[in-house]
């Protein structure tokens, strides 16, 4: 391991060590991890320069030194040692893998690393609310239809992509003139003008059930632009309703599948979520396919139509012919 990979974890780790060690020595620090009381003084520099977003005063990390000891006053959020989540660690998993993948890449073997790590630890876990099989499924599907992407990215080519829109629930046929690839939150997607939609258009890779690359060159307007994704891939639009749900262990894929804000980690596993949606019926499919696994706490209208919908299918199950195996 490279100095600058071997740091990282050190740094990360650092923090809620010496929380927990308030006035440790620093060479008692130093020998727990590994290193040289001087290594480990230039670690304490390097975290002087870290904090939250801004970076001025009460921003940054903050280090009280008394003698040959050190005790952290600020910890500027980082006051326990990283842990993944199985869905955390299943998206960064996909994540890295898309970069190993990508052209360019300067140390593709420590992105190899961190992956094995990923694995193994994941591996020893066994979180609530992963499914293991469909990630499997889903993520050979998503490399292969990535490299088809890249392929036509530099090559220069259009694209005929089948893609399944999930907020109308449809599956449509597009040509589209790819732009870039992009990850947002460990989320695969493809940029491209529409000719269909006649505009720039973000497709989600895990959508996109069937692509092939076009003899014809890619050609995006002048006018057409990138996306601005600072603030995220979805934006709320001005009147468009949320959801307030309660997933089940079985049903947290829904909050990484959908753009979802998380709210609590409720008891046994259970997550409550909010969820913007434009479609009412689409919204009400979505419980209904989730069976007992997801609850609507709000808004009361969508867990009327839920229940009124239900009731509407057991009433007409109660109408179907009863056959006997042989």
Known sequence: MS??????????????????????RIEDAARDFGVTARQLRRDLELLWMCGLPGYGPGDLIDLSFEGDTVTVTFDAGMNRPLR??????????????????????VDTEAVHRAIAKIEAAAGQAQPSGVVVGLAVREGERTAATRRVVQNALRAGRALRIR???????????????????????????????????????????????????????????????????????????????????????????????????ELDELDGGRLRVRMRYGDESWMVRLVMGLGGDARVENPPGLAEAVRSRAAAALERARHLPVTLGQ
């Open 163 to 261: 893609y399944y829109t999930a907020s109308r629930d449809q599956i449509t046929e597009r040509t589209v003139d790819p732009m870039r690839l992009l990850i947002v939150q460990a989320v695969g997607y493809l940029e491209a003008w529409c000719r269909r939609a006649e505009g720039v258009r973000l497709f989600r890779l895990d959508r996109i059930d069937e692509v092939e690359v076009l003899g014809e060159p890619a050609a995006p307007p002048p006018a057409a632009r990138p996306t601005d994704i600072s603030d995220g891939v979805f934006r709320a639009r001005p009147g468009q309703a949320e959801a307030e749900l309660v997933l089940e262990p079985d049903a947290r894929w829904v909050a990484e599948y959908y753009p979802c804000q």
């Open 3 to 24: 100095a600058a990979t071997g740091r990282m974890p050190r740094l990360l780790a650092l923090v809620p060590y010496l929380l927990a060690r308030p006035g440790v």
């Open 84 to 105: 993944l989540t199985g869905g955390e660690a299943t998206a960064l998993l996909v994540a890295l893998r898309a970069v190993a993948e990508t052209p360019g890449v």
